[in-house]
């Protein structure tokens, strides 16, 4: 493959309901996609940064500048086999692994149309659907809460996460556990707790969480391992995990005993798929984690989903709980048993709305070999 062109975009999505974490309140996503021209076809990667640098350093601003000076330079007029050539390309550029799995995801995508096999094949995908829970953002009262779960029980929905912080948790999980004693629940804190808060924490503990999701700082795991020996709860890492070493040291400390993976955070599939092996090899279940995605990094979280270890529902969600016009076709929907299912579809099997996007499209800029500074 050669890629002829790297095309970014900046798309203005408006969310169905508004999403809010101990980091703040989204109402519109500012949606970034990358679409590759590569012998005759089209290809396309998203961007999964959020517009501030609040969950992760990188932002959408970092990454069109470091895809268009950096990483499409990089590809651009290189013999590339396939996605799993990508990470050595981008190396030399630190960080910015969202900017780079943008563009090592739409690769995969490429290479599976051009061999005719459905993407979750490519990666090594075993399952024919996928479980899915859903993620709850913090509402104006605890009563909205209760009508959400309730709705997306009804819908099928597996596991039930409900973002918390101090203030919003432990009278929130008294309110669900009375109504709702049996269902799968977790909690993901992205952060808004520190060792201070140890005791508190433990009071977790009566409220049977499948799991709680990165309750302190977000590079760390020394002190994760520490609170871990302390809960019964199992702590989940995300925002600390951004490759398989990582991976291997939480599990090797004792951090973790669940880990979320999002491709976006660990660079591309490539990585995905290595953390996805370093756990199972450990034994410590993955599921697949969501940042707000459009239709086509929901595809790619799909299929991704389908590799054997993803034993946990994941954040994947039916396309209308976040968008009235999703950008595939057709939208992904989730059946009443709370699944999605697997298409065999060559390539990433949903169709792209091209109009769609084009009409979403805030800003566009096409970055091509002629353009691009030669290393
Ligand atoms: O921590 O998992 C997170 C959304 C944006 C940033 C971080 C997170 C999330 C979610 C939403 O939990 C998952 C989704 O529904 O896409
Ligand atoms: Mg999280």
Sequence with gaps: ???????????????????????????????????LEL???????????????????????????????????????????SGRDIPA????VRGHRMAKAALENA???????IAKVPLWKLLGGTRGEIACGVSLGIQDSPEQLMDMIAAELASGYQRIKVKCKPGWDLTIFERIRERWPNI?????????????????????????????????????????AR??????????????????????????????RIINVKVGRVGGFTEAIAVHDVAQENKIPVWCGGMLESGIGRAH?????????????????????????????????????????LSNTPGRGYEVRTELIDRLTVRKKTIRQAAAVRA
């Design 89 to 92: 390309l981008l190396q030399r």
């Design 301 to 341: 979280n799909v299929a991704l989903s389908s590799l054997s270890n993803f034993s946990l529902p994941g954040d994947v969600s039916a396309s209308k709980r976040y968008w009235k016009d999703d950008v595939i076709e057709p939208e992904i929907a989730v059946s009443s048993a709370g699944t999605i299912p």
């Design 184 to 224: 799968v629940l977790s909690c993901d804190a992205n952060s808004a707790y520190t060792l201070k808060d140890l005791e508190h924490l433990k009071h977790f503990d009566p409220f049977n969480l499948l799991m709680i999701e990165q309750p302190l700082w977000n590079d760390d795991f020394y002190f994760h």
């Design 227 to 256: 609170l871990q020996r302390e809960l019964k709860t199992a702590i989940c890492l995300d925002e600390a995990i951004h490759h398989s070493r990582n991976a291997r040291a939480a599990i090797e400390l004792g951090s973790c």
């Design 1 to 35: 493959m050669h890629i002829e062109s790297v095309t970014l975009r900046e798309l203005h999505m408006p969310l169905v309901r508004f999403f809010e974490t101990s980091f703040g309140r989204t109402t519109v996503r500012r949606v970034m996609l990358v679409e």
């Design 39 to 81: 012998d005759g076809i089209t290809a396309w990667g998203e961007c999964v940064a959020g517009e501030h640098p609040y969950y992760s350093e990188e932002a959408i601003g970092t990454a069109w500048y470091v895809i268009q000076d950096e990483l499409a330079p990089a590809l651009l007029g290189r013999r590339i086999e």
């Design 107 to 113: 690769v995969w995508e490429a290479e599976a149309q």
